[in-house]
């Protein structure tokens, strides 16, 4: 018994990224601190480089919880970057969420 099939091509509907969003660098930190500055000097290079909108924002709180939650759970449109400290990462050992 013969198994036909047949190749059918769809056209590829990815979206250009950048597109018209600004992207959001979430810092879990308070203003004017090294993480805060740093991620303002990166935010101006990602911003002259794409020619796109690049928004720092501070989420400072909760040693750091508040905005290390919203770097965790992002839109799913691909526009969040999050800034860590190296001793972040031990944090999920530490808490129930």
């Known amino acids: ?16 990224w950048p597109g018209k969003a600004p992207i959001r ?3 879990p930190y308070a203003a004017g601190g090294n ?5 303002r ?3 101006e290079i ?7 909108t690049v928004i720092v924002d501070n989420r400072p709180g909760a040693s750091s919880i508040i905005g ?3 770097i965790a ?17 031990e944090r999920p050992g530490l808490g129930g969420n």
Do not use: N
């Open 73 to 89: 759970k992002p839109a799913p449109d691909g526009y969040t970057i999050g800034v860590q400290a190296g001793t972040d990462s």
């Open 41 to 43: 000097a990166y935010a």
């Open 1 to 16: 018994m013969g198994v036909a099939h047949s190749v059918v091509q769809i056209p590829p509907w990815a979206q250009e």
């Open 46 to 52: 990602v911003s002259a480089s794409l020619k796109q």
């Open 25 to 27: 660098i979430v810092v």
């Open 68 to 70: 290390s939650d919203v």
């Open 35 to 39: 993480a805060d500055s740093g991620a």
